[in-house]
């Protein structure tokens, strides 16, 4: 299993709908700001890593992907994590909330 180097994703608005969206009301204030490409997960609740499906080796972290405010909350200010096995090109997301 290859591992990515970490890497902060940092949102930027790409149009005026974008920039006007209004931040959490109640979140913490790092809720919304937890997106990152590769390194290790911050998972919220179980250290879930899949295996793939095809070659049954440890597939790699790409990356997680956070809520973005009350509107596009993902299940209780939750965060999709990516996996990758890229050997075989196999994607595996899930969800994790609080």
């Not at 890497?7 to 005026?16: A, H, S, T």
């Not at 509107?71 to 209780?76: K, N, P, R, T």
């Amino acid at each position: 299993m290859k591992t990515i180097p970490p890497f902060r994703l940092k949102p930027e608005p790409l149009n005026e709908a974008a920039k006007n969206l209004p931040k959490f009301k109640w979140a913490g204030d790092n809720i919304g700001t937890r997106h990152q490409l590769g390194g290790e997960p911050t998972y919220i609740q179980a250290k879930i890593h899949p295996v793939c499906p095809d070659c049954k080796e440890k597939m790699t972290f790409y990356a997680q992907l956070d809520s973005i405010n009350d509107e596009f909350c993902i299940a209780d200010c939750g965060m999709i994590y990516v996996f990758v096995c890229l050997e075989c090109n196999t994607v595996e997301a899930f969800i994790e909330s609080f």
